[in-house]
């Protein structure tokens, strides 16, 4: 089955630095990278997404990047604010054969003022 | 309902007990998910239902777990003879769209956390 690493586990960031989390899958067949935000006490909510046709993504401060090859995919943050700070979740998934979302493990992301 | 809607937000149980988990899913929603949060780790996938049919239940960690869907909306999550080791968030997710369909947005719910003493 699929299984996703994710780095690293804790970022610490001082407010309006950029952020970067990376995370690299094990299944060539993945074809769908979503990046999930959990807020304490919440349910993670979708940030972005890229599909594996797409080599970047942007949305506002927020940008994914996916490299075929390598299996792996980041999540870029810019110009970061205190209430970016939460747990990031990247996850992936071969879409039509099943629904099954591999999650990575977390970065806990901290935005110091 | 606007979001996915999970009752109740917080259980405490003793060991061996049982306990039943409901998800309200985002209305028309076909797909439903179950995944369960350990503390510090990301959800891991339980069971998928595609209407009231179970798609996909490999996630399930033994016999004393089950779920249900019987109209094709609400879905519990039940549990026999709870452990310890059963403690975590139980989260549940549903998305508009059908199996075979392109890429599945998932709408999380809040969670149940389930502690076992």
């Known amino acids: 089955g699929e299984n996703v690493e994710q780095h690293p586990s804790t970022l610490s960031v001082q407010e309006g630095d950029s952020a970067v989390i990376k995370c690299t899958y094990s299944?060539?067949?993945?074809?769908?990278f979503p990046w999930y935000k959990q807020e304490l006490g919440k349910g993670p909510q979708l940030i972005i997404d890229?599909?594996?046709?797409?080599g970047e993504k942007k949305d506002q401060r927020i940008a994914v990047t996916l490299n075929k090859t390598a299996k792996h995919f980041s999540l870029h943050i810019t110009e970061t604010q205190p209430e970016d700070s939460a747990v990031y979740f990247c996850?992936?998934?071969?879409?039509?054969?099943?629904?099954?979302?591999?999650f990575g493990t977390g970065t806990q992301l901290k935005v110091e003022l | 309902g606007a979001g996915v809607s999970q009752t109740p937000s917080n259980k405490v149980t003793e060991k061996g007990k049982y306990v039943e988990l409901r998800c309200d899913p985002i209305?028309?929603?076909?797909?439903l998910y179950w995944y369960r949060q350990s503390l510090g780790q990301g959800p891991e996938f339980l069971i998928y239902?595609?209407?009231?049919?179970?798609?996909?239940d490999s996630g399930l960690p033994n016999d004393r777990f089950f779920a249900v869907r019987p109209e094709g909306s609400v879905s519990t999550l039940k549990i026999q003879r709870t452990e310890r080791g059963d403690s975590a968030v139980y989260l549940c997710?549903?998305?508009?769209?059908?199996?075979?369909?392109?890429?599945?947005?998932?709408?999380f719910g809040a969670g149940s956390r389930l502690t076992v003493l």
């Open positions: 209305s028309g929603h076909t797909a």
């Open positions: 299944d060539s067949a993945s074809n769908y």
């Open positions: 890229i599909r594996s046709n797409v």
């Open positions: 239902f595609q209407g009231t049919g179970a798609a996909d």
């Open positions: 997710a549903s998305s508009p769209l059908g199996r075979n369909s392109g890429a599945n947005v998932l709408t």
């Open positions: 996850a992936a998934i071969l879409t039509g054969g099943g629904n099954k979302l591999t």
